[in-house]
């Protein structure tokens, strides 16, 4: 999601808020008003897939909180935070006689189509094609990436048991290993208008999710990432 982080990011930092009313509280900021601006700046920002659903629920501000009155509020996306699962935007005051800063927490859902477990599934067990069915998930409920393919699934194994209609998600899949030491792979290799391609020997194990070295037929030896069967990808 890095395009949508980026658009974001970008459209919190430049838009701002209806002017707040001159109280004292987190209401007399004219809270419903910042809130909602903020769900639909957050909802805007969010480019994903058609079939993708995406549904911003506010939390609340603390209470307790007494703040300057307010004439104009500026949303925008804190330094490290996401507008995924559960977050939160920033509120600040940019005219007023106090410049305070306040934090909103907010949860993204976003709803798509995943492959989830048909029935209950044993740790250890190997996935079939009828161990699984397609049905709407919060894919952002977890940092785990679900799976839309079930080419991705079928042949897995488990690392844990999942009750019926629990989504699949990388976190629940054993790594593979695409070849072992010694063995000869494919080097793959590109960016913007080309794609290279050559051999060389696995100087490890070739571990789903672990880079490998890799010595070329010519000697070099390159660090690269195991993408399949005796297959590596350097990646820029």
């Not at 695409?178 to 080097?187: H, P, S």
């Not at 590109?190 to 999710?209: D, H, L």
């Not at 037929?217 to 069967?229: F, I, Q, S």
Request: with cysteine; charged share 20%.
């Amino acid at each position: 999601m890095t395009t949508c982080h980026v658009a974001l990011a970008a459209l919190l930092a430049t838009s701002s808020l209806a002017p707040a009313r001159a109280q004292t509280t987190p209401e007399g900021v004219d809270t419903e008003t910042s809130v909602q601006a903020a769900v639909e700046l957050t909802r805007q920002a969010m480019k994903t897939p058609d079939g993708t659903r995406v549904e911003v629920v506010p939390g609340r501000l603390d209470p307790r909180l007494r703040l300057a009155p307010c004439r104009k509020v500026e949303p925008y996306l804190p330094p490290g935070s996401a507008p995924w699962g559960r977050t939160r935007v920033g509120l600040r005051c940019t005219s007023g006689t106090v410049a305070w800063n306040v934090y909103l927490p907010v949860t993204v859902h976003v709803w798509a189509p995943a492959w989830v477990s048909r029935t209950a599934l044993a740790a250890g067990a190997t996935l079939e094609a009828g161990d699984l069915e397609l049905a709407e998930t919060d894919i952002a409920a977890h940092p785990s990436p679900t799976h839309d393919r079930i080419e991705a699934l079928v042949g897995r194994q488990l690392n844990n048991a999942l009750p019926p209609g629990t989504a699949v998600r990388e976190q629940h899949l054993k790594a593979r290993r695409w070849f072992a030491a010694g063995e000869t792979v494919t080097v793959l290799a590109g960016g913007q208008g080309y794609a290279v391609s050559v051999t060389g020997q696995a100087m490890s194990a070739g571990q789903e999710g672990q880079p490998v070295r890799v010595r070329t037929d010519g000697g070099r030896v390159l660090l690269a990432w195991p993408v399949g069967d005796n297959r590596v990808e350097v990646r820029q």
